[in-house]
């Protein structure tokens, strides 16, 4: 691995060995595991790199002695550091200079973790892919795993995946993290809202079965009558062997309606499977008649179903009609407000109580749409806004609003400092970043829009990323909100 300083300061450098993004379909493996690392977990605070323990990752680095952390949970909110509020400014300015684009030095608090994972034979025995899951960690990480390193990967609110099944062995294994609270991507993340650190999402190791379901793509849609529906569903298989795919399509009762099959499939390594289901008259996804099926779909190998995936799909049209929106034929308004994940008791570390609280919340006082700001959040609220019928616009993590807001103030405002601007070198991090979004949050009817970000200037890169967002999906719009000062 490159030298860690070296790595926060590039922002050509955002994810090392980190698995493709992918839809956040349920799955269910035969002879699979799925283990939680939510908990308690060992842990080092220190005020910058200078400080920290530098053999933490190793076997025989003894952590016995160290103080215990609870994932998820922001380290601020734990007792080190301190949380910080700030809006349009960074959170160093004033304290430290730091020129635009990399990790402030003197202070940038970093937390060492560990947790110990015990995997028995029959974990172990089927050579099944395994893989290791953080849903959100802010706003950097470094992973090792019995000594080795693994991987890095930045961007505070989507999953990073990284495959280690070479890694693992039986008994006892060493899962050992390092956490950045800033780095080069941290000049995207000046959202207006409270400054934290750590691993705020959940955590689990799981494996998948010899052929598994990597990627679904599900797009429901209905003619421009709005009477017939197609389903049209793209899987991306992953694993070798040879399998069959059964799926069906079930109502609200879960009563069958379509089902199907596509047998004598090999598979090396991936294969892509595209899948067409015609419906008749479906009843139509809306905020006020949330109406969803399933779909359900099989791999069955060697005369055993050895995955099952479950998706919900919700038929919907969304368009825009001599500059009005409409869903499924009907002039559309939404009644919508700006929200963050937050519970003042635990920051952004927020339970399915408090999504549901927020969801009824809006919905008694006739809200129907709400905006990520500024980021994606817990793949679980989406869950939920399909069910109780909310429009969502999903915000990539973006926000620069401290390197051209201020005409005065910590940096000289010109045109050249402002980020992220016409600058390539940040061009494959933003894309990147929607594309984690996208791949994850694809297939959930409620959300109607895509959004590049929130009040970082204008220029070329953000407009690459709307035509890159535009480019995989045609049946949403792109929203960007903060031109105003740039008109290009």
Request: glycine share 6%; proline share 3%; charged share 25%.
């Amino acid at each position: 691995m490159k030298d860690i300083i070296s790595i926060l300061n590039d922002p050509k450098v955002f994810e090392i060995n980190r698995c493709k993004a992918h839809s956040d379909h349920y799955f269910e493996g035969y002879n699979t595991f799925k283990y939680s690392l939510n908990g308690n977990w060992k842990f080092s605070y220190s005020d910058n790199l200078d400080n920290v323990e530098k053999n933490f990752y190793k076997e025989d680095f003894n952590v016995d002695e160290w103080a215990e952390i609870k994932v998820p949970g922001h380290i601020q909110m734990q007792g080190y550091d301190r949380p910080q509020y700030v809006n349009t400014i960074y959170p160093w300015d004033g304290c430290e200079n730091v020129p635009e684009g990399q990790a402030p030095k003197d202070f940038n608090p970093v937390g060492s973790y560990v947790k110990f994972l015990e995997l028995t034979e029959d974990d172990l025995k089927d050579n099944n892919k395994i893989y290791l899951s953080f849903q959100g960690v802010e706003s950097s990480f470094a992973l090792y795993i019995n000594g080795k390193f693994i991987g890095y990967s930045e961007d505070t609110f989507t999953p990073s995946e990284f495959e280690i099944s070479e890694v693992l062995k039986v008994g006892l294994n060493k899962i050992a993290v390092q956490v950045y609270k800033w780095c080069s991507g941290s000049w995207l993340e000046d959202q207006d809202f409270w400054r934290f650190s750590g691993i705020f999402r959940d955590v689990f190791v799981y494996s998948v079965p010899k052929v598994h379901v990597y990627d679904l793509k599900v797009v429901a849609e209905v003619d421009d009558k709005y009477k017939n529906g197609i389903l049209k569903s793209n899987l991306i298989l992953n694993g070798n062997g040879e399998a069959i795919v059964q799926y069906e399509l079930l109502d609200k009762d879960d009563e069958v309606i379509i089902s199907g099959e596509k047998d004598n499939i090999s598979i090396k390594n991936e294969i892509t499977i595209d899948l067409e289901i015609k419906v008749d008259n479906p009843n139509l996804w809306s905020a006020e008649a949330p109406f969803l099926y399933t779909l359900k779909i099989l791999l069955i190998a060697d005369g055993e179903v050895i995955e099952t995936v479950m998706q919900k799909v919700g038929f919907r049209r969304f368009e825009l009609k001599n500059g009005i929106m409409q869903l499924n034929g009907e002039r559309i308004v939404f009644n919508g407000v700006n929200r963050h994940e937050f519970n003042c008791n635990s920051g952004r570390v927020v339970s399915e109580e408090d999504m549901i609280w927020d969801l009824k919340t809006m919905k008694q006082n006739n809200i129907n749409a709400v905006r990520t700001s500024h980021y994606p959040n817990n793949t679980r609220f989406y869950e939920l806004c399909d069910e109780y019928g909310l429009y969502v616009i999903d915000e990539v993590n973006l926000e620069s609003h401290g390197t051209w807001g201020l005409c005065t103030g910590p940096r000289k405002y010109n045109d050249k400092n402002i980020l992220p601007n016409d600058k390539e070198e940040w061009v494959p991090l933003l894309l990147d970043r929607a594309n984690s979004m996208y791949e994850r949050d694809k297939n959930h009817p409620s959300i109607l829009i895509w959004s590049c970000g929130n009040e970082s200037y204008g220029g070329e890169d953000i407009y690459k990323m709307s035509k890159f967002l535009q480019g995989k999906d045609n049946t949403r719009l792109v929203h960007y909100e903060g031109v105003f000062q740039d008109r290009r």
